[in-house]
């Protein structure tokens, strides 16, 4: 059984994360030496709810850096959800990025074509 609530606190290489029902959120910098231990956490969440799943769920991301690990790890948390037909049906995933940080840009339209459900990027 999975908590209702996942809340990590951000530190200076690993992003805020907040997942509740009806609402995931991950802010911040991902530099993390060892992805897997920060994000396994988070993808054991969203597998532990997908059978009590909340229409309408949305997901907000956004990175001021992301390193080559944690992008792995984001795709497996997005290909996870995708998987979810009520999110895929219902959900909607925004893409967050600065002003100017065209890699930011870009790596949200990569994940963008990796999955299929609602997924809008935002400046």
């Given at each position: 059984m999975?908590?209702e609530?996942?809340?990590?606190?951000p530190?200076?290489?690993?992003?805020?994360?907040?997942f509740?029902p009806?609402?995931?959120?991950v802010?911040?910098?991902?530099?993390?030496e060892?992805?897997?231990?920060f994000?396994?956490p988070?993808l054991?969440?969203?597998s532990?709810?997908?059978?009590t799943?909340?229409?309408?769920?949305k997901?907000?991301?956004?990175?001021?850096?992301?390193?080559?690990?944690?992008?792995?790890?984001?795709?497996?948390?997005?290909?996870?959800?995708?998987?979810?037909s009520e999110?895929?049906?219902?959900?909607s995933i925004?893409w967050?990025?600065?002003?100017?940080?065209?890699?930011?840009?870009?790596?949200g339209?990569?994940l963008?074509?990796?999955v299929?459900?609602?997924?809008r990027?935002?400046?």
């Amino acid at each position: 059984m999975v908590p209702e609530r996942l809340d990590i606190k951000p530190t200076k290489r690993s992003p805020r994360v907040l997942f509740e029902p009806g609402r995931l959120f991950v802010i911040g910098r991902s530099i993390i030496e060892n992805p897997s231990v920060f994000y396994e956490p988070a993808l054991r969440w969203i597998s532990g709810m997908a059978d009590t799943w909340m229409a309408n769920t949305k997901i907000e991301l956004g990175f001021e850096y992301v390193n080559t690990g944690s992008i792995k790890w984001l795709y497996l948390l997005l290909r996870r959800l995708a998987e979810i037909s009520e999110f895929a049906c219902n959900g909607s995933i925004t893409w967050y990025y600065e002003r100017g940080d065209y890699d930011m840009c870009e790596l949200g339209y990569i994940l963008k074509s990796l999955v299929e459900c609602p997924f809008r990027i935002v400046e």
